[in-house]
């Protein structure tokens, strides 16, 4: 296989468990470079479950496979000097320190040219956060917060990033902005992205395929065609979530 038909991501056969069992259930998943992703499904399905155990966070069994090398022995630190970026659920930027400070965080180990170039280009797709960088992180708006916490996943050059709930408690108006510079960073820089979503509406704003999940496994998967239509995610989810249970995921 050449360098540009080997997919970014593969996931084989994997397995999460807490105390009480496993929660993912052998799950596979194979994503091409360049492309956005979409795992979808309902809160508690074992989507951040999945995202966590790529990025190292959960032990788990199965095999995780970066640009062709398998990578399941490897710290989560290692996976991320080798370009896979988790953006957590929940922001979780640091509030008591700056914005700048914050940036920084997501490239501690690259030179300070390379930083600062960086963090320009960070800017240049968040102006919200660029006259803020002084000011303590914790008192950006919501918005703002999941910009600079995007920002900061972007600051290191991943060639991998892991994007769990950009929407999540953000306003309507806020997801579209927010999606628009995801939009925008994934058109300039080919970014390849696994997203994670309860919409399924709002996946399809930067997803071309997506694969549903339920109850720890995959139960669906959805090309462009059936995500791009309202009818074709209408369908998905009726199809593998059933109507009742989806108060979120507006097709
Ligand atoms: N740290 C944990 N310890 C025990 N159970 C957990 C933990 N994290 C998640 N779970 C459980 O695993 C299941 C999947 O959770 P999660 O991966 O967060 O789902 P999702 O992101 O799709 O909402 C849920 O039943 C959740 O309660
Ligand atoms: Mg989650």
Redesign the pocket.
Known sequence: MSEIDTPVLQVQGLTVS??AGP?VHGISLSLERGAVAGLL?A???????TLRAIAGLEPCKGKVIFEGEDISHLSTAERFKRGLVYVPEGRAIVADITVAENLTLGSYFIDSATRARRQQMVLDFFPEIANRLKSAAGLLSGGEQQMLAIGRGLMSAPRLILLDEPSLGLAPLLVARVYERLAAIQREQKLSALLVEQSFHVAAKLAVRAWVMRHGEIVGDLDEQALRSREGRQQAIDAYLGSRQEGRAAA
Do not use: I, L
């Open positions: 807490y105390g929660v499904g809160n508690g399905a074992g989507k951040s479950s």
